[in-house]
């Protein structure tokens, strides 16, 4: 048996872009066949619901509630609800793991670090760094940021990108050497193609997470059209239109290394 896991997840209590209620998810992700979510909402650099005026406590009460209300309506199910960041900098942003509330609390000056502080930072505190959707184009963007020198792994696969995407997100991984994850950057259930990690055993905290990942144990999986009869999750790597880019990117890139 197989379990899959959301790694990519915004809601409504601290993601400004989400209009999906953190407990509204449990229900509908195990229908699809998730084993768990870890919810990813945008930190207070990226398009974040958190007032930035408040003191740095309230403004990390209110950033995680998101978690904190999924994890509560999630007792008792047997579905698992971890905890993560998405952290920006200049458009390029990244999946932070094995961090915390806590953490958060003793580090305001998170806020301060460049990528290889962040990057160390993370890793002292024993969690992982990983690039999301890192060729990702928006007409809000003018340049595409990669950082694989300080990351563990990349999002070759994002389902709310286009293939050819995710496609050199996949080559830049394979190139960097980068482990893979999958993820849905989901935002509300109405999303129509889905993606996450897939693991040969049950994941349970977020350092299982990490040692799974670290151990390249997961396999990054999605699923199009969801909300029709019949679809179900597939690896990544037998779709050619997700690993073999038809196009080249169209916004410069800018490497950003030790």
């Given at each position: 048996?197989?379990?899959?896991?959301e790694?990519?997840?915004?809601t409504?209590?601290?993601?400004?872009?989400?209009?999906?209620?953190?407990?509204?998810?449990?229900?509908?992700?195990?229908?699809?066949?998730?084993?768990?979510i870890?919810?990813?909402?945008?930190?207070?650099?990226?398009?974040?619901?958190?007032p930035?005026?408040l003191?740095?406590?309230?403004?990390?009460?209110?950033?995680?509630?998101?978690?904190?209300?999924a994890?509560?309506?999630?007792?008792?199910?047997g579905?698992?609800?971890?905890?993560?960041?998405?952290y920006?900098?200049?458009?390029?942003?990244?999946?932070?793991y094995g961090?915390?509330k806590?953490?958060l609390?003793?580090?305001?000056?998170?806020?301060?670090?460049s990528?290889?502080?962040?990057?160390?930072?993370?890793h002292?505190?024993?969690?992982?760094?990983?690039?999301?959707?890192?060729?990702?184009?928006?007409d809000?963007?003018?340049?595409?940021h990669?950082?694989?020198?300080?990351c563990?792994?990349?999002?070759?696969?994002?389902?709310?990108?286009p293939?050819?995407?995710?496609a050199?997100?996949y080559?830049?991984?394979?190139?960097?050497?980068?482990?893979?994850?999958g993820?849905?950057?989901?935002?509300?259930?109405?999303q129509?193609?889905?993606?996450?990690?897939s693991?040969?055993?049950?994941?349970?905290t977020?350092?299982?997470?990490?040692?799974?990942?670290?151990a390249?144990?997961?396999?990054?999986?999605f699923?199009?059209?969801?909300?029709?009869?019949?679809t179900?999750?597939?690896?990544?790597?037998?779709?050619?239109?997700?690993?073999?880019?038809?196009r080249?990117n169209?916004?410069?890139?800018?490497?950003?290394?030790?």
């Open positions: 048996m197989n379990y899959i896991y790694t990519h997840l915004h409504i209590e601290a993601s400004a872009c989400s209009d999906t209620p953190a407990e509204n998810y449990i229900e509908y992700m195990s229908g699809l066949g998730y084993s768990g870890i919810v990813t909402d945008h930190f207070f650099n990226g398009n974040c619901a958190v930035r005026n003191p740095w406590k309230e403004k990390v009460e209110i950033y995680c509630s998101g978690y904190e209300h994890l509560e309506k999630a007792k008792g199910t579905f698992t609800v971890l905890f993560g960041i998405e920006n900098f200049e458009g390029d942003e990244y999946l932070l961090v915390d806590k953490w609390l003793e580090h305001p000056d998170v806020m301060d670090k990528r290889s502080e962040l990057s160390k930072m993370i002292e505190a024993g969690g992982i760094m990983v690039q999301a959707h890192p060729y990702r184009e928006r809000y963007l003018d340049t595409i990669l950082a694989a020198e300080f563990d792994g990349a999002e070759s696969f994002n389902a709310a990108n293939d050819w995407q995710n050199l997100g080559k830049y991984a394979r190139e960097k050497n980068l482990r893979m994850s993820g849905s950057d989901i935002h509300r259930p109405s129509e193609n889905m993606g996450g990690m693991f040969p055993y049950k994941i349970e977020i350092q299982d997470y990490i040692k799974a990942f670290l390249g144990d997961g396999t990054p999986v699923r199009k059209n969801v909300h029709e009869e019949g179900k999750f597939r690896p990544v790597i037998e779709e050619n239109s997700l690993i073999i880019p038809d080249d169209t916004l410069p890139v800018i490497v950003h290394n030790i």
